[in-house]
């Protein structure tokens, strides 16, 4: 008698079942072999049951040509959740599959197709492919895949590398029960209205009427787009929720922010887009190339009205022209690094573009580039973006606030940074996506970097986004370091090193001193007290500082006024700059996917330069996370500062990661110490150019470990003496388990 099903429940369409293992059964009375021919008639799907016995699944077909098991091929294919190409492995996770079986017997041909449904997974509900085919799933998909192999493959856990796709849809922070709410407003009730030109003088009379009221507060947005000129100003709230219905969307009329919020507390968005009428980017097609002229001619998409006053009849002050290339498998542009990424930015004093002019008649704009900055003369029918904005204007400015919260909310398009924030405690960003808009021939999101944040401290969690097309980095989570200019037993001085914006310095802060040429830490202490002198401050501190020292030009961090960031179960891609800039620390990187990006992915650094960012980054770990086409380094781990003694950056570890066929080293460190880079698959680094890239670089740095990961490459361009870890200047190196497969 056959045991219950129990383990797991299928379907087949047609007259499909499942069956283990193989069943192949002759036509009655055991028939002699058919002709050679076309049996795709005789071959058919079985309807019968099936007992389970823990056996990895397959699929009971039958002929009547009396042809045993082994003359047939059985193919399975993913169709959904998991798409995935044909494989002999049978599936073992719940999904709809579609099933083929194929004769290979010499002389005969015939195929039969049908569907098959799983309800319940098989034992540990991990697919057995082998380490090829598990590359392939690495590389094709942003998504990790239920899957698992007997070979090699370097990931301790191949299942969780990659981005969770149920937990990309889920809302974290969600709007609580209408009874929650000591008040519900609709601002519909307070004419602010999608049928409006302008709604910002009557949003701002409504806000005023709200600030006094206690309790929490809901102020809803029925679907509907709304239309604002000015940037609103949030100064003193708290306890609100701005919620939208259906699909809602705040379009900004004029080139300028959306919010400006400042010391408030408890602030929730959610369901509201943002979006602005006028797009600073425009698209267009190279249709002329002149080398002697140093021009090029766009024939701009008919989405843009460059006749609008704000693109200067062509001319572009502040702003960029990138050249774009099409990615095949994801069906994406992003930008060509063989092509012209050239901008205009008083920021680092860069004026790429010196010139340019409209025609209206042939809709076609020329832009004239200035020697000296590589200017290269693309091809015709070249895809190009040109922008009219530089880091002017942001589209959320955040100051002195505490829990600040975003849910599912989509930024098209800033004139500066997405969301820019400043000495803020706690935040949390679930699905706040800076991406294109659908339907639109724009090219770009944000002409500067998507989340700026400075002097924040608390949780900085960012989960389940995408940040995508902006021109400079996807995220930057920095402080600023002060200097010394006096000093005496446990009082200094110190002057801020920007004028960006005001850093603060709190007594009961916990500051760290480095040596101005080392950085090395040469001292931490705690603030008792503070006086503020408006670019400098007096600072008293717990205990006398160390004898012996010249503390004058040192650089000073505040520890405690740095944030502790996650970024979990995010798409960052298609990008000029970075994608993450991490100058902090105890922070976790997990679950995310990094492809085309141009000037590296994630870059863990501190250095001493004109931005004089900080802090010196401890304890970061990189997990789970796939890396695949970008260029430069995909994790680099550096400090740039001349003179930096070994081991200045510490506790970095990069585990169970995959990276693929980028142009750079895999993992770069330079200047660190006690780093683990454990349990990695490198498929072919430095494949996208003929230079002599490796797996893992290790530079100056002391207390290093690899272990436990394979360096799979092609073989042909390399020199198998730079496919693994390279190690220079490093002093206390481990290497245990490190696999090269060097493949036919």
Known sequence: MKKPFKKFKSVFALTAAVCFPFLFSACAGGSPVAPPGDIAVAIFAEDTAAEWDGAVKAVAFTNDRGLPASDFRTEYEGKSPTVYAKTETPPTQAGTYSVTVTCVKAGYVGTKTVTLTVTEPVGDGLDAVTKNEMIDLMRGSVYRDPVKTGEFAGLSAPHLTGVDRDEFEKTKY???????????????????????????????????????????????F????YRFSQTTALAGFSDVYFCGGGYTEWLMTDWTGAFKITASDNIHFNDINFDYETSTSVTGRVTAADPAARTVDLLIDDEFDMSNYRYGSGKIYRGNYIEYAYDEQFGEYYPDPYGNLLYNSDGDSRYALSDGSYNAATKTLRLTFADGYGWKPPAIGTVAAATYTMYEHHT?????????YMENCD?????GMMLRINSTKNI???????????????MQTTTADGLHTMDCFGDLIVTNSVYEASHDDGMNICTFYFTVTKYYGNTFSCSVTQNEFKQPIEAGDEIEIFNKSTMESVAVRTVTAVTDWGKTYDVTLDKRLPSGIDFTGYKVADITRTPRLRVDNCVIRNKRNRGILVQTRDSVITNCVFYNIIHGPL????????FSEGVVPQNITVKDCKFFNNWGNDVSVVAYTGGAAPGIIKGVTVENNFFGS??????????AGECLVKNNLFYEPGRRVARRYCGVAFQDSDAMEASGNLFVVSGGVYDTDYIDVQTVRVTGMTQVGNVIDVLA
């Open 662 to 671: 980028s142009c750079g080293t895999g993992v770069t460190v330079s200047r």
């Open 428 to 442: 949390y960003l679930n699905r706040a996506n800076m991406k294109l808009k659908s339907g639109s021939a724009r």
């Open 222 to 225: 029925p679907a509907g787009v």
């Open 603 to 610: 870059l863990i650094f501190t250095a001493q330069d004109v």
């Open 396 to 404: 959320f400015e955040v100051m002195g606030c505490e829990d600040f």
């Open 174 to 220: 969600p709007v609580p029960a209408d009874g929650g709410f000591a008040q519900i407003y609709d601002v519909s009730e307070y004419g602010v209205l999608p049928s409006n030109g302008d709604n910002a003088y009557p949003f701002k009379d409504f806000l005023a009427q709200i600030k006094g009221v206690s309790g929490l507060k809901k102020v809803f």
């Open 411 to 415: 930024f098209y398009m800033s004139l």
